[in-house]
């Protein structure tokens, strides 16, 4: 009863505080044409991949407009210095808690960086649709955006300490899950038979894609280990003792990069209005034959870029050295950690052939039903949807199963 009731809090805590930063997306900064601009910005590629994570803040430019953007923006950068510094390394392999503090402090000074940077891009951007603008209105929308967006990265970590789940994920996966309502109002508002059918195509899709999503999540190749001790104790392979290697390692990120980079030249021509730009803008838009093809290369290139980030070859060959054990028929330290590599490659590309498989799916399902109503559930929201409910789910699990073990001990 106990459990409950302390499981019962920490989910109430998280849904209260995803409730707050909902809310505040829809207040809004003072001394705009919300209108005009909502109207305007309506169909920019750039604005409607960055209200994935936003839950629709950069077109109603509310308090939380910039939501946990600022966060993950500083995390990246974070994660890419901690491999080419030697000190962030060092700070966090070898300082335990204090280092990982550390890095998060670190994260944290970061992220109101960005904000500021992010903030001001913003209070420029929407000059147009500003009934005065001026260097008051300026520094009063920086700071407004850039407290709104610490006060999510406070919100998301409270998540993480005291209720369940990643703060951060669940942010974006609220986010996500906000969109979905209006989508299947916008969708149901011209009922009728031909749109029933439509609807059918779209559902066998969607499940389809579910399913390769997960395939993808939980995909792991289990590379067996065996140790000194384990062969004097049974002197035979151990099933239970294995290294696993995930299939996509990089998770949503090498997407989320691909998309971006997509949009990042549309965007460019839209606000430079060069005409000398279009032929080469036009190539990373929808309508050009070579889309899909620039878009698997930048998938695979992301996905071996972050898998390279991720893991370390010649730190899991020297680990398993220190522990003493070793892969059956590989001889310890350079030759594992080549074998590893090889090995890390394989499922690299495989899982990139997987990741554009689901980031196709959608144009297949918007060319055979012609609904674009859920341009918004591509592969990128798809992929951050079943993550983050896998990863809630074996977290809820896990502190079931410890809370149970350690009654039984008592």
């Not at 299939?247 to 998309?259: C, D, E, K, T, Y």
Request: with cysteine; proline share 3%; charged share 15%.
């Amino acid at each position: 009863m106990l459990i409950n009731n302390i499981l019962i809090k920490k989910i109430t805590i998280t849904v209260f505080i995803l409730s707050i930063a909902r809310m505040g997306i829809f207040v809004p900064i003072p001394g705009i044409d919300h209108d005009t601009f909502y109207n305007k910005i309506s169909n920019n590629t750039l604005v409607n991949f960055l209200n994935i994570f936003s839950g629709g803040g950069f077109s109603t430019i509310g308090i939380f407009a910039l939501g946990i953007v600022p966060y993950i923006n500083a995390s990246l950068v974070i994660q890419l210095l901690t491999k080419i510094i030697p000190q962030l390394e060092k700070m966090q392999k070898d300082e335990g808690e204090s280092g990982r503090q550390k890095i998060i402090q670190i994260t944290r000074y970061l992220t109101l960086v960005w904000a500021i940077i992010q903030s001001i891009a913003i209070s420029l951007w929407i000059k147009p649709y500003v009934f005065y603008w001026n260097m008051s209105f300026l520094l009063d929308t920086m700071i407004s955006l850039t407290t709104g967006s610490m006060i999510i990265m406070w919100l998301s970590e409270i998540i993480t300490e005291k209720g369940i789940g990643n703060g951060a994920s669940l942010l974006i996966f609220q986010n996500i899950i906000s969109n979905i309502p209006q989508q299947i109002k916008t969708l149901t508002s011209d009922y009728n038979q031909e749109i029933f059918i439509k609807i059918s195509f779209f559902c066998f899709f969607f499940i389809l894609m579910l399913i390769l999503t997960v395939l993808i999540q939980e995909g792991v190749r289990k590379i067996t280990i065996i140790s000194i001790r384990q062969l004097l104790k049974k002197n035979k392979l151990d099933p239970q003792s294995y290294l696993p290697l995930k299939l996509n390692q990089g998770g949503v990120m090498p997407i989320v990069f691909a998309s971006a980079s997509m949009a990042i030249p549309s965007y460019i021509q839209e606000i430079s209005n060069q005409i000398k730009f279009y032929k080469l803008t036009n190539l990373f838009t929808y309508n050009s034959p070579f889309y899909i093809l620039i878009y698997g290369v930048l998938i695979i290139a992301f996905s071996y870029f972050y898998s390279s980030l991720i893991l370390n070859t010649n730190d899991i060959s020297q680990n398993l050295k220190k522990m003493g054990a070793s892969i059956p028929n590989v001889r310890p330290g350079e030759e594992t950690s080549k074998f590893l590599q090889k090995i890390i490659n394989r499922l690299t590309f495989l899982g990139s052939m997987f990741l554009f498989t689901i980031a196709l799916v959608p144009s297949i399902i918007s060319q055979i039903t012609a609904i674009d109503t859920f341009k918004g559930l591509g592969a990128t929201s798809l992929l951050i949807l079943v993550g983050v409910a896998i990863d809630t789910a074996k977290q809820i699990q896990t502190y079931v199963i410890s809370e149970q073990y350690e009654s039984l001990m008592k």
